[in-house]
């Protein structure tokens, strides 16, 4: 699975980094049981500090998306493992609310909203070609 | 003899600067970063085919001179070795003049055609790709060092039917030319130098292990592959470098503790052996890069192109990047890897060995 940084933009690599993978596993590219590469082989192909893959991973941690095992590496966890707690939804709730507020501003409709919730899911479900 | 090996080396030396331009990435052009848009521009195709031309030409004028000159100086050993010096640098210098010409030629075009603006910089990685790195395991990197270190204990426990002068210089017919009085050290001093070297490469390769694989972002799955078969075959390259060092220096060790072995020129065929591996482990390295390269038949229609680290690389030889925590990466005009010069890794992994080795040939050699 192939994931695409660009150091110039006004996203914190760490961030690019999350998203990327976050995106790949829900477009099942990457499997449950898959092992990421370790924080400092990642961080050489990347060109970039260790530090900035170890905070990605541990963003990826804190959501329950990966488990970091000591000697095996940061893993992704399965469908069970990660079962959405009412906290999870809260916390995905609270990180719409913004771009929602930003559409209902704009004079975005509800029907239009919705409409483009339904097409990023369906996006995802597509195997993609390449990034 | 000499003229013999010298010529061999010469035209190995001229054939590899001739090919440079043909081995390595199109994206890279004289030490500058083309972006994929642009790879085809014909100036390009022009300035290699003249390189080519003419350093081929000047190399072949000089490998004349060079032989023609040898012969005439014959009676005097120091000036033909001179002539045969004097040659090979003027031949490199000529390619060295020619390559920054060219480089600074297309730097010019890059800034005024604009290349690069507007094209979105990123980053391509494959998460798998180090599931799928071939590169030979350390332990293939340790086996010689135990050789080492049980010569070291073999020379001890054999230090008393030694002879009295320690052999610690050997001309290029297999002979000895150069002795040392015999003490604990110097009887020990090749294993010594051996176990350093073994070091050496052993460091070399886990650094490069520990590199950044890397991809171009609009041809994802082909570079992959050039990158993990050059890894593989850069490790099998070492690994053959440093065991048929491993046998020369231990057959050498054994002549020095039995020196019935050297009579004659019974140590010719290792000599030749030892570089027969080391040219021709160099060659198989060329062939296969150039096997894997990445081509372009036109340019790339893309919105992105990989990170120019034109920046990082003086003048497209020397690279020098704090941030890049890859000790080694590939040069971007000839065959093989350079140091990342600002990570100070690469100078323990390098510079330790070569100190201990700079050491022992002042103490003993």
């Given at each position: 699975?192939?994931?695409?940084?660009?150091?110039?933009?006004?996203?914190?690599?760490?961030e690019?980094?999350?998203?990327q993978?976050?995106?790949?596993?829900?477009?099942?590219?990457?499997?449950?049981?898959?092992?990421?590469?370790?924080?400092?082989?990642?961080?050489?192909?990347?060109?970039?500090?260790?530090?900035?893959?170890?905070?990605?991973?541990?963003?990826?941690?804190?959501?329950?998306?990966?488990?970091?095992?000591?000697?095996?590496?940061?893993?992704?966890?399965?469908?069970?493992?990660?079962?959405?707690?009412?906290?999870?939804?809260?916390?995905?709730?609270?990180?719409?609310?913004?771009?929602?507020?930003?559409?209902?501003?704009?004079?975005?409709?509800?029907?239009?909203?919705?409409?483009?919730?339904k097409?990023?899911?369906?996006?995802?479900q597509?195997?993609?070609?390449?990034? | 003899?000499?003229?013999?090996?010298?010529?061999?080396?010469?035209?190995?030396?001229?054939?590899?600067?001739?090919?440079?331009?043909?081995?390595?990435?199109?994206?890279?052009?004289?030490?500058?970063?083309?972006?994929?848009?642009?790879i085809?521009?014909?100036?390009?195709?022009?300035?290699?085919?003249?390189?080519?031309?003419?350093?081929?030409?000047?190399?072949?004028?000089?490998?004349?001179?060079?032989?023609?000159?040898?012969?005439?100086?014959?009676?005097?050993?120091?000036?033909?070795?001179?002539?045969?010096?004097?040659?090979?640098?003027?031949?490199?210098?000529?390619?060295?003049?020619?390559?920054?010409?060219?480089?600074?030629?297309?730097?010019?075009?890059?800034?005024?055609?604009?290349?690069?603006v507007?094209?979105?910089?990123?980053?391509?990685?494959?998460?798998?790709?180090?599931?799928?790195?071939?590169?030979?395991?350390?332990?293939?990197?340790?086996?010689?060092?135990?050789?080492?270190?049980?010569?070291?204990?073999?020379?001890?426990?054999?230090?008393?039917?030694?002879?009295?002068?320690?052999?610690?210089?050997?001309?290029?017919?297999?002979e000895?030319?150069?002795?040392?009085?015999?003490?604990?050290?110097?009887?020990v001093?090749?294993?010594?130098?051996?176990?350093?070297?073994?070091?050496?490469?052993?460091?070399?390769?886990?650094?490069?292990?520990?590199?950044?694989?890397?991809?171009?972002?609009?041809?994802?799955?082909?570079?992959?592959?050039?990158?993990?078969?050059?890894?593989?075959?850069?490790?099998?390259?070492?690994?053959?470098?440093?065991?048929?060092?491993?046998?020369?220096?231990?057959?050498?060790?054994?002549?020095?503790?039995?020196?019935?072995?050297?009579?004659?020129?019974?140590?010719?065929?290792?000599?030749?052996?030892?570089?027969?591996?080391?040219?021709g482990?160099?060659?198989?390295?060329?062939?296969?890069?150039?096997?894997?390269?990445?081509?372009?038949?036109?340019?790339?229609?893309?919105?992105?192109?990989?990170?120019?680290?034109?920046?990082?690389?003086?003048?497209?030889?020397?690279?020098?990047?704090?941030?890049?925590?890859?000790?080694?990466?590939?040069?971007?005009?000839?065959?093989?890897?350079?140091?990342?010069?600002?990570?100070?890794?690469?100078?323990?992994?390098?510079?330790?060995?070569?100190?201990?080795?700079?050491?022992?040939?002042?103490?003993?050699?």
């Amino acid at each position: 699975m192939f994931i695409q940084i660009e150091p110039q933009s006004d996203v914190p690599i760490y961030e690019q980094v999350t998203r990327q993978i976050i995106e790949g596993i829900a477009r099942g590219e990457m499997k449950p049981g898959d092992t990421l590469p370790s924080v400092r082989a990642l961080a050489a192909d990347l060109g970039v500090n260790m530090h900035t893959v170890n905070k990605s991973y541990h963003e990826l941690e804190a959501k329950g998306i990966i488990v970091i095992r000591p000697k095996s590496g940061a893993i992704i966890s399965s469908t069970e493992e990660r079962a959405l707690t009412p906290d999870q939804l809260r916390q995905i709730e609270k990180n719409l609310k913004p771009v929602v507020a930003e559409g209902m501003v704009l004079g975005a409709t509800v029907e239009q909203i919705e409409h483009m919730m339904k097409k990023v899911f369906a996006d995802l479900q597509i195997p993609a070609e390449g990034v | 003899m000499l003229l013999g090996v010298f010529t061999t080396i010469y035209i190995m030396t001229l054939a590899m600067q001739i090919v440079v331009p043909y081995i390595v990435r199109e994206t890279i052009a004289f030490g500058v970063t083309v972006p994929d848009q642009n790879i085809k521009h014909p100036v390009l195709a022009k300035m290699k085919k003249q390189y080519v031309q003419l350093v081929g030409g000047s190399g072949i004028v000089f490998l004349i001179i060079m032989i023609i000159s040898y012969n005439m100086l014959a009676p005097s050993e120091s000036l033909q070795s001179m002539v045969l010096m004097g040659c090979l640098f003027s031949m490199l210098t000529v390619s060295m003049i020619l390559y920054w010409v060219n480089h600074q030629k297309v730097s010019m075009l890059k800034k005024q055609e604009q290349w690069c603006v507007n094209i979105k910089q990123v980053r391509a990685v494959d998460l798998t790709a180090r599931s799928r790195d071939e590169m030979l395991p350390w332990s293939f990197f340790a086996v010689p060092l135990g050789i080492s270190v049980f010569l070291m204990i073999y020379t001890m426990l054999h230090y008393d039917q030694m002879p009295n002068d320690i052999a610690v210089h050997w001309g290029p017919s297999g002979e000895a030319d150069a002795w040392r009085n015999k003490t604990y050290f110097t009887a020990v001093s090749l294993p010594l130098v051996m176990l350093m070297v073994q070091c050496m490469m052993w460091g070399i390769t886990d650094s490069i292990k520990r590199s950044a694989i890397k991809i171009a972002v609009n041809r994802k799955d082909e570079s992959l592959e050039d990158q993990l078969k050059t890894r593989k075959y850069m490790s099998w390259k070492i690994l053959l470098v440093s065991y048929a060092l491993t046998i020369l220096l231990t057959v050498l060790q054994l002549s020095n503790i039995y020196p019935s072995m050297t009579v004659g020129y019974k140590l010719l065929p290792v000599f030749i052996f030892f570089l027969v591996v080391l040219i021709g482990s160099l060659f198989i390295y060329v062939l296969k890069k150039r096997k894997h390269r990445v081509r372009y038949v036109a340019n790339i229609d893309s919105q992105v192109m990989d990170i120019d680290e034109d920046r990082y690389w003086k003048g497209g030889l020397i690279y020098m990047n704090r941030q890049d925590p890859s000790v080694f990466v590939e040069k971007r005009f000839g065959v093989g890897w350079t140091m990342n010069l600002a990570n100070p890794r690469g100078y323990i992994v390098i510079g330790l060995p070569f100190l201990v080795l700079l050491l022992i040939s002042i103490f003993s050699l």
